[in-house]
Nanobody, 119 residues
Framework: QVQLVESGGGLVQAGGSLRLSCAASGSISSINAMGWYRQAPGKKRDLVARITKDGSTNYADSVKGRFTISRDNAKNTVYLQMNSLKSEDTAVYYC?????????????WGPGTQVTVSA
C-alpha cells in the first residue's frame, strides 16, 4: 500500500498563497485518482480537490477558483496550489486515494500538514 507524506503548510495572512506537496512512497502513475482533504478543528475531514490520471479535476465549491490540484507522476507527487487564502481555509490538509464516489479512501492517512490563515 502506498504511503503518503504531506508538506508545505504554514502560517500565512489572508489573501496569501501556499503550495502543498504530497509525496508517495511508490508509483502513482497507475492510481486513477488522487485527492486533497482537509479537517478543521471540530469538523469532519472533507475532500476539497481531486485529480484523475488523465488530469481531470474536481473541486469543492468552497475552494473552486482559488485552489489548483496537479500531479507529477514521474515524481510520485501531488500538489495543491492555494491562492487567495481565507481564515476558513485553516485546517490540517491530507492527501489520499479517493474512491470513485469519494466516500472511501484506499491508503492510510499520512501525518497531514497544518495550514493556518490569519485574518
Amino acid at each position: 500500500q502506498v504511503q503518503l507524506v504531506e508538506s508545505g503548510g504554514g502560517l500565512v495572512q489572508a489573501g496569501g498563497s501556499l503550495r502543498l506537496s504530497c509525496a508517495a512512497s511508490g508509483s502513482i502513475s497507475s492510481i486513477n485518482a488522487m485527492g486533497w482533504y482537509r479537517q478543521a478543528p471540530g469538523k469532519k475531514r472533507d475532500l476539497v480537490a481531486r485529480i484523475t490520471k488523465d488530469g481531470s479535476t474536481n473541486y469543492a465549491d468552497s475552494v473552486k477558483g482559488r485552489f489548483t490540484i496537479s500531479r507529477d507522476n514521474a515524481k510520485n507527487t501531488v500538489y495543491l496550489q492555494m491562492n487567495s487564502l481565507k481564515s476558513e481555509d485553516t485546517a490540517v490538509y491530507y492527501c489520499n486515494v479517493p474512491s470513485a464516489d469519494g466516500r472511501f479512501v484506499y491508503a492510510s492517512w499520512g501525518p497531514g500538514t497544518q495550514v493556518t490563515v490569519s485574518a
